[in-house]
């Protein structure tokens, strides 16, 4: 089951793990979230600038949870 996730996700463009990865934050948070590109560097909220594959890991993360 977790394989299927895995390869979901690997399939996944980028805008489509941004915007899955911002509704996820969302949810979870009750707030708007927004997700800046800055290079290729990624900033949620304004906050600490992560990498792409990062970005992945915590949508995995989320959606794993639910």
């Known amino acids: 089951m977790t394989t299927n996730r895995l ?3 690997t399939t ?3 805008e489509e793990v941004i915007s899955q990865l911002q509704t996820a934050l969302e949810l979870q948070s ?3 979230v927004s ?3 800055a290079g290729s560097w990624y900033k949620i909220d304004g906050q600490k600038s992560v990498r792409f594959s ?7 993360q989320l959606t794993a949870s639910t």
């Open 54 to 60: 990062e970005l992945e890991t915590m949508l995995a």
């Open 7 to 9: 390869f979901t996700m």
């Open 30 to 32: 009750g707030n708007t």
């Open 12 to 14: 996944l463009t980028k």
């Open 35 to 37: 997700i800046e590109q």
